[in-house]
């Protein structure tokens, strides 16, 4: 019996968290899948809240009656629509260690997070946090910019970097554009106008093809001499791409994407959601 696809979706109840939660769904419906809405409680920021309730039976029961009326949302607006089941759960810990520790224990296909949640307590509850959870999820995890709300990606954006792993990747991309119909560019960004770039660029391409069963796919080389995450964003605004796709487990590109001064410069980062493939 096939395994139902699960979805872990972390909430802080914020805006931001939120609309991860509709992507959630969105994704869900598609793969008829199981969604887990998840909360990490901090004992220690809710104390603030309440110091009297040293034990944080009131706290956990606030909170619990909160991912509940989502939960009722969510199946009464997904469940006619394809998604499986919406469940939820609660731990007490480090959110991004307790994260991915539910992750694991529940085996989620997917993780869906907004970028950032603000509130009176914690100011960037998933800003920093985001990017770390990137850097060590060792499953694919969406990340959903804070005002940003969903609607049918018309085309997805998968930056390569000429990766052995791109044609296992790039399969899960035509899984994703196929549920929505959508274009794929397949986008390499390059320092570099030299004819060996564009060599690699058509061995990448005839290499990759027989690996894809789509039509609605461009294969792009761009160069760009500055910095290449700007170049990307460059080419994302001109293409008008709706998420962009990397399975890039450099660390330097995440401090690139996620960096504070850069992202000032990169209206596309904090405009778009980031999926990043872990697993295949």
């Known amino acids: 019996m096939e395994q139902t696809f699960t979805i872990l979706c972390p909430t802080d109840f914020s805006e931001c968290s939120l609309n991860a939660i509709e992507y959630a769904c969105r ?35 606030f909170v619990f009656q909160k991912l509940k009326n989502l939960q009722k949302t969510v199946l009464e607006e997904s469940l006619a629509k394809g998604l499986k089941d919406c469940q939820v759960a609660l731990k007490e810990g480090k959110i991004v260690q307790g994260t991915l520790d539910f992750a694991d224990e529940i085996k989620a296909g997917l993780i869906v997070v907004g970028t950032e949640g603000m509130n009176e307590l914690r100011e960037n509850i998933i800003g920093s946090r985001s990017s770390r959870l990137v850097e060590l999820s060792d499953r694919d995890i969406l990340v959903v910019p804070r005002r940003v709300f969903f609607k049918n990606p018309r085309k997805l954006v998968f930056a ?3 990766l052995e792993e791109d044609k296992l990747a790039i ?19 390059s320092s570099s106008q030299k004819a060996i770039e564009k060599a690699l ?9 027989p690996f894809v069963r789509y ?4 294969f792009v080389l761009k160069s760009f001499r500055d910095d290449l995450a700007l170049g990307l964003e460059n080419y994302l605004q001109v293409a008008k791409g709706d998420i962009l796709v990397t399975l890039s487990r450099k660390k330097s590109f995440f401090d690139q994407i996620f960096s504070k001064n850069l992202s000032k410069k990169m209206s596309y980062f904090i405009n778009k959601p980031l999926w990043v493939i872990k697993s295949f």
Not at 37 to 57: A, I, Q
Not at 172 to 187: P, R, S
Not at 201 to 209: G, L, P, W
Not at 215 to 218: C, L, V
């Open 201 to 209: 660029h058509q061995t990448m391409i005839d290499e990759i093809k």
């Open 171 to 189: 399969q899960k991309v035509v899984e994703w554009a196929t549920f929505f119909d959508a274009e794929i560019d397949l986008v390499h960004i």
């Open 215 to 218: 039509e609605k796919i461009n």
């Open 27 to 61: 994704i869900g419906e598609k793969y008829q899948a199981n969604l887990v809405l998840f909360h990490v409680l901090n004992r220690e920021d809710y104390l603030k809240l309440s110091p009297s309730d040293t034990e944080g039976k009131y706290q956990e029961e």
């Open 160 to 162: 390569s970097d000429y």
